[in-house]
Every structure is written in C-alpha cells, then in structure tokens.
C-alpha cells in the first residue's frame, strides 16, 4: 500500500530545494548556466514527491534545468539597485515583478513539458522551441532593443530580454494549444500560470530585502541580496510544488509502467564522448565563435546587419543550448541523467576555476583552467554513471547535486573569500554575517534531505 504526500509537503520541499539551488546559483555560479542548479533541484524534489521512474525524472530534470535557466539570461542587476533609491523603489519593483513573473511563466512552460515528453511527438516539441526562439527574437527586436519599457539604467545601458523571454513563452503556449490534447494543455498552462504567480510575488517581494537593507546599519547583518534569492527561490518552488500536486494524478497516468518504452543502454565511453562534446559545444565552440560577433553591434549597423545580429543572439542564448540539450536527450535518453546533473555542475567549476586564474583566457583549450574543470566534472559524471545504476537512484542524484554544489561553494569560502580568521567577531558577527551564507547552504541541505528519508522511512513503513 502506498499514501500520496499532503499538499503542505509537495509545496515545502520544492521550496526549500528550490530556496537552496537559487542560493548556491547566486553564490558559485551566475547567469543562465547557474540558474540549471536550482532548475535541477525542484525537478528532483518534484519528481520524488510524484515517485516517478528514475528514467521518467531524468528527462524532467533536463526540462527544470532548461525552464528554469532560460530566466538567467535576463540582467536584473540595475533593476535592483534603484530599490535603493526611495524615488525609483516603485520602478525597481515593477521591473523586478515583471521580470520574475516571466522568468516563472517560461520555466513553468518549458518544465511542464518533461511530464509530456513520451507522450508528445518530438516533431511537435521541437518545432515548439523553435517557435519559441523566433519568439525571443520577436521580443528582443520589437521591445528590448528599442528600449520600450527599460528597467536597467539609460545612463549606463544593459541589454535586457524579458520581452524576448515573455514573446517566447506566449509563442509556445500558443503554439501547444492547438497541438496537444486539452487535458495536456491544461497542465501545461497551470505549471505556466502558477510559475509567473510564483515568480512575480517570489522576485517583488524578495526585492524589499534590498529597500529594506538600504534603511538599515551595516553592522551585523549584510545579505540582503541572498535573501532576495531565497525568497525567490522558495516562493517560485513553492508555486511549482503545488502545481504539481494539482496535477498529481493526470501525471501518474502518464507513467504507468505500460506506458514506457524500454531504454537503450549505452557504453560508458560514448556516455563521456557525448557528454564532453555538449560540454565543450556549449562552454567553448558555439560561444567563442558567434559572441564576438554579436556583441560588436554598433548604432551603424544597417538592417540586413543588425537582422543577422539579432538571430545570432538567439543562438547564443540559453535557450538555443536548451534546445540542443533537447534534441540530445531525444536521441540519447540514457544522457539525460549526464545532462541535467553533470553540466549543471560543470558550470559551477567553471566559474570556480575561473576565479582561481582570472587572468587566464577561458577560451584558449588546453590550459591549467581546462585541466581543473575536466577533472572536477569527470568526478561528478563518474558518480553520476554509478548512481544512476542503483537503487534509489533519483534521490543519490539529488544527493549529488546538492553536495557537490556546497564543496564548490565550501571552496570559495576556503580559498576565495580570505582569512577565515574569527578574531575579535561575536558569535552573532560570525554566525549572521561571516559564515551566513554557507551556514544557511548547509542548513537548507540537511532540512532537504531530512524530508526526504522521512518520506522514504514513512513510505517503507507503510509498504511493509
């Protein structure tokens, strides 16, 4: 006999994993890229609360990496910043509001899509996310380029992209509603609705630490920029949870064990091949061939230029690299555990190795900066290969992605942050100021996996 999760729960433990990945992102890796962290972390917790298959919860989390770090391609930086100022605070936090209700609207799209992957034709999925890039460069020229509604500093202009990111997810939503069934749809656009909800209330609201900061000494507690991330972070979690627990039984529908196909396996060495090919097409091929080119744009430009300019940025934007990962995992299902767990990693080795040799070219191949990633992520995928061939394989996944994070993060602190030295500090100086961060890494860490073997224990418990 098995017992479903209560509401309470399938809403607290994304929230707190997704608290936890938002976290580490801020702190050990930036950008879209850092952004798959807390994209793996609430597939995982989802997924483990729906008991899905392993095979089944290995392509969504290739789905929450996606979603959830098409977002990080959106500059939020200035748009903070004028929470500081007592004129501009409402303008901050319209545009820190719009910006994660996007960012929730089109990762709650793209991760719902994990749930339909053996259901959906690919045709249907991948000319869906290639509507949705036409999209972003609808956006990008017609909104973010022309700066008609600009929450970054006109002073010292950022390009934004939630225009781009907004057509993108109304593109695919529309695109789906005439090409899958109804009831699909439905729980498509509930994951959508419930992301932009969690999103918009998780990315505003976190956005008064900073007003809040700003009224406040600088003496003890200094975070405030975390504590918007983890109030984003456990607010669009929490959203995503409990879209998932209203769509708890249409999902376990879709996988009974009739309904899956059997796997291929595949030899462990065309695992790595295929892995260090997505590595080094996605960190250091594709990027160092068109970014140059994009970023080199000029006022000058004429049309047919600033046309091509405008489809290279697509193609150097996340969601192109989504896309690829897509058509991998469609080809190879066996990948999908390589996917979203170690290239979520090796992006936070890649900004680690970074910091350790700053004035090394990341693009030049072969350097001490190549060495140390390949090292740090051939680890990570080597266990991934092991713990994806046992039992109780979606949680050791998780394990390992939530470990792996706070040793990077644990290094910075070591190695990157200077002395460690306590000297003269009060407890209350040590605890909320100069360990906080990691403390509360570590602290969400063990609160994370308390719920989970408490789930396991209650579920053998009652199995037996």
């Not at 209330?201 to 956005?207: D, H, Q, R, S, T």
């Not at 290279?312 to 934007?317: D, E, Q, S, T, Y």
């Not at 890649?350 to 060495?371: G, K, S």
Request: net charge positive; glycine share 10%; proline share 4%.
């Amino acid at each position: 006999m098995s017992r479903n999760y209560t509401k309470f729960i399938f809403i607290l433990l994304p929230a707190i994993a997704m608290m936890l990945g938002w976290g580490l992102r801020g702190h050990i890796g930036g950008g879209p890229f850092g952004a798959m962290i807390p994209g793996a972390m609430v597939a995982l917790s989802i997924c483990l609360l729906l008991k899905l298959p392993a095979s089944v919860t290995s392509m969504v989390v290739v789905f929450g990496v996606f979603g959830i770090g098409l977002g990080g391609e959106m500059t939020y930086g200035q748009t903070l910043g004028f929470l500081r100022n007592p004129e501009t605070v409402w303008w901050g936090t319209a545009g820190t509001t719009l910006k994660g209700a996007v960012w929730g609207l089109l990762g709650g799209t793209v991760f719902s899509l994990g749930f339909l992957f053996h259901r959906v034709p690919k045709k249907v999925i991948i000319n869906g996310l290639l509507l949705m890039l036409a999209g972003f460069f609808l956006g990008f020229k017609l909104v973010n380029e022309p700066m008609l509604l600009y929450f970054s500093d006109p002073a010292k202009p950022r390009p934004e992209s939630w225009a781009a990111l907004l057509f993108g997810a109304v593109v695919l939503l529309g695109f789906l509603r005439y090409r899958i069934d109804l009831p699909d749809f439905k729980l498509v656009l509930r994951f959508a609705l419930y992301g932009l909800v969690g999103g918009g209330l998780g990315f505003g609201l976190g956005g008064f630490w900073m007003v809040l900061g700003s009224h406040l000494p600088d003496v003890l507690f200094r975070n405030w920029w975390k504590a918007m991330e983890f109030t984003f972070g456990f607010l669009l979690g929490g959203a995503l949870g409990l879209a998932a627990w209203k769509s708890r039984f249409a999902i376990k529908n879709y996988f009974q064990k009739e309904n899956l196909a059997e796997e291929t396996e595949i030899l462990l060495v065309k695992e790595f091949g295929i892995l260090l090919a997505v590595a080094l097409f996605t960190h250091w091929l594709w990027p160092n061939l068109l970014e140059s080119f994009v970023y080199a744009g000029s006022v000058n430009d004429g049309f047919g230029l600033s046309m091509i300019r405008g489809i290279a940025r697509v193609l150097v934007n996340f969601a192109f690299y989504g896309f690829i990962f897509v058509l991998v995992i469609m080809r190879f299902p066996k990948m999908a555990w390589q996917i979203g767990i170690t290239l979520t990693f090796c992006h936070a080795a890649i900004d680690l190795v970074r910091d350790f040799y700053p004035d090394l070219n990341p693009w030049a191949p072969f350097t001490m900066h190549f060495l140390w990633v390949f090292i740090m992520t051939a680890v990570v995928g080597l266990l991934t290969v092991y713990f994806s061939r046992r039992e109780n394989s979606v949680i050791n996944m998780f394990l390992l992605l939530i470990w792996s994070c706070i040793v990077v993060s644990l290094l910075r602190l070591v190695f990157l942050s200077g002395s460690l030295s306590v000297s003269g500090m009060s407890f209350c100086e040590v605890v909320c100021s100069r360990f906080f961060v990691d403390a509360f890494f570590i602290s969400n860490a063990i609160a994370v996996l308390w719920i989970i073997f408490n789930m396991k224990k209650n579920q053998k418990l009652i199995s037996e």
